[in-house]
């Protein structure tokens, strides 16, 4: 490990932000406005993980600053979100019943495994595997997993419990159950679910109305959901509702304390492709939420750093006792909006719920199920994004397929088989894409030094020579249809002729084509042709120099010298 | 699936080859050659995969048509392999012990299931993922194979069974178990293992010297393996060992009945990753000889109608009761030189085994395992290839890497862990390597309408004007790369500039980049500078008209164009 790449990590202010007082104050700002949204989304997504409540708090404290130290976007929003809690849920389904202590020890195992997956990604500096998932897969699986989540959450909505693993049999269990609803709490539900999208679409403007602006506007607006489930935990108070409707419940108060409770192993080796996919899903969407951030305020993202970073978060996560995190959607936007210029932002936030766990935890012990359970349909609901699919639908029929397979393989073979079938498409399209490089026969423009394609240009040709021009690197993922292509050229060569490659476009190489190239040589050689060189850069010639043919081949500085040696010494005119 | 397709499936001697009567004298030859190697290669990997030893010669008849009639390598020889019949072996062993019903019935459902998705494969023309391994990875898969396949034929050799799954307790199992080696065996083992040996260096020389050629020459050469095993044979009746040293014992006369045994349902999903593996490496392993095979024969190889090929005969070997076959290196190369050029000959290869299977079943069951277990050892130490990761050291470190972490990987976690490795590493290879496409900044070359690389030329450029070619289609796996790229240089245009994009090496376009385009050019708007486009293709240019953005952008024909516009427009002189 080199010394700057070492300074990279610990220097996470160190970017091209001026660092004036209003940043500063902009960053305070920011993380009080992320903490009042924090609050009531972090209880939300603990329960949506199927763990108590508290440790969505936990899972908001360390891992902030955890992001704080190692990564670099500016506003990113690190801690729990709706997809990573989730696919926790769905992890550990087999494994244990929701909130047992073996469930809680398989969450936190989570947290650990993922965080060192992506602290070690970071390190081998892997941020390029973010192309393992395209756009619209990402997009068709978040689609899909804000279906399912919307599904679970009707069971705390309608206070039943539906039966069945699949989609299909929890809508018709929802049917068959439908005169057991709870009607109390379907009530708390519908209420906290319709205050939700009326402070959505008016509180700002409300707000707005009666005077309000700057940081006091902002702050009452994005705290609307915590206040509007304070109100609710009120009117079950005020109802005499609290014996029916249930709630979070006994919080404890104070700081997380570090935690390494782990399952046996007999469980590990089947959780850890579950760690394996919900770090890959999280680092996508939070390098994609973080590049956008990034172009916004005008700075680099560099994934790697943010895999340390998320890294770096997770693995405090699982020290805090709690559960896997990433950066978060909504709250990176109200981040940077409300004004969020450097990391700092989040252990502002991280101080304020400290605040929050020291002093008020009592207080949250009332707030009703059913309504974190409407704040999650309400949040997710805007997850699902059919535009994309659309979208792809027009441009590229391949990304409207892999984002309809992948919503679909979600709904009906469950979440983990939907972002696996979605990595097999991003994959097997990235195969396909690089298979076929573009190449071209190239023939000199009359009266210049310039060669270009023969099919879209009048130009000079040499018989019994052939220019060809690749315009790809050539590695085994192209080198058959290459091989295949130089080949059909060099069949037609007779005895004397030449094979002209004019590697200018070509910048690396492998063994594979290496090996490829010698044996392409020997054929010719078998047809008293040859393979020549022309406008080899830098690295491709000092690994062909290492190979066993290399030594006898001619190598021409550029096309033009290669057309008019060859023209001369074989007594030729122009063909 | 249109008429063209289906016409190619069914048509597999309709290539570019003559077919002249000596092509099918030589398809003739051929075919009786590969069956005398065919015998005991059969018998001894059908062993090889916990199968009784008929098997083998049940895998060599209708699979060998299959492909014939699917296929379309003038020489490749489908049957029993190595390689599949030790992951076979590894699928199976968790699952029941070798040679019971249930193990049959889990080879069979390999075979099915490996059939199946091998010839889906091929309909759905999957052939160019063949990327998922490169060579140096096969081939430190195959090495390691080798040495496993090699420690697990000592047992059969030695007449102990080492304890343990990993490499390393088998070895030392070995010494410990040293003082229990059964002599007869031993022996046996190591006189038939000198015999191959010394066959394979001088049986060719030595009958040239008894003054054969020609066919006969050619088949007693390739008949030693079978003759040496013959005499082997002899020998325990001549010395009485026959009670003492374990042979193959009875050999069920006839052809084998179509069969349709499958293991139940819980097992099934687990066997069928392993399928997918046993399939992959078949495919991979084929095409890439029958590549060697085309080329030598000047035919061009299509990838996916191997696919269909390998996907028939693996689907008809299941039928037949027995297991994975792909095409053999060995068989291949003695097949092609023998004379085979059309699919033709694996059936003459068919047509001889089932005279085997008829007349002379009887006299097989009295060959000594030793002999089988000593053809294995000198057949598979062949396969051992260190120079492939040699070379790679040399040529490039990333493919060593391969090389050795998937060879380590097959010894120390096993042969399907192994594989899986070698898949990832190849490809992070790919998404790696086309995540940095080639990108520069270009000016006009002073006099003519060229344009080329700033850095590298002296160009004239237009100030507030930058022109950016991009050397690769845009997709979702290089496009934060090149956003990056554009977005730095967009950052310097002040109001009024141009960013001019030269798609001339631009073929494609994908939901990613349009979406990606779409946002750079309203940020340049944001700016008061303009996105405009040069040297579009048509099929991009059809795309981004679906796009919403694009109505409004200005499109020039040429660079040059674009730069006298420009030029113009602003009223500027050359920068």
Known sequence: ??????????????HDINLSPSSWAGDFSAGLVVTLMLIPQSLAYAILAGLPAHLGLYASVLPLIGYAVFGRSPALAVGPVAIASVMTFNALQSFASPASPEWIAGAIFLAFASGAMLFLAGLLRLGFLAALL????????????????????????????LQGDSVATQVSSLFQRFSGVHLPTLGVGLVSAALLLLARRYASSSFARFGLRGLLHELLTKASPLLIIGLMALSLWFFDLSDQVATVGAVPSGLPGLSFALPDASGVTALLSSALLIALVGFVESVSMARTIGRRCGVVTDPNAELRGLGAANL???????????????????????????????????????????????????????????????????????????????FDRADALGWLATFTGVLVLGVEQGIAIGVMLSVANVLWRQSRPHMAVIGRLAGTEHFRNVQRHQVETLTNVVFVRVDANLF?????????????????????????????????????AIEGLEAL?????????RLVFAELKGPVADKLLRSHFF??????LSCHEAFEALRQRNGQGLA
Do not use: C
């Open 551 to 556: 030594n006898d081949s001619v190598v021409y």
């Open 316 to 394: 405090l996560s699982g020290a805090s006792g709690a559960f896997p995190v990433t950066g978060g959607l909504s709250r990176s936007v109200v981040n940077l909006e409300a004004g969020a210029r450097t990391p700092m932002a989040g252990v502002i936030s991280a101080a304020f719920m400290i605040i929050v766990l020291l002093g008020l935890a009592d207080m949250l012990s009332v707030i009703p199920l059913a309504s974190l359970a409407a704040l999650i349909v309400v949040s997710v609901a805007s997850l699902f994004d059919g535009r994309v699919f659309l979208d792809a639908l027009r």
């Open 476 to 512: 085994f993922g192209n080198w058959d249809y290459i091989a295949d292509f130089l080949e059909g050229r060099a069949r037609r060569l007779t005895s004397g002729g030449v094979l002209v490659l004019n590697l200018s476009s070509v910048s690396d190489i492998d063994t594979t």
């Open 134 to 161: 395209s756009h619209p897969v990402m997009s068709g699986f978040i689609s899909g997993a804000s279906v399912v989540i919307i599904l679970g959450q009707l069971q705390t909505l309608l206070g039943v419990r």
């Open 521 to 529: 040589s020997v054929k010719l050689k078998s047809q008293g042709a």
């Open 1 to 14: 490990m080199n010394g700057r790449v070492y300074s990279n990590w610990l220097a996470p202010w160190r």
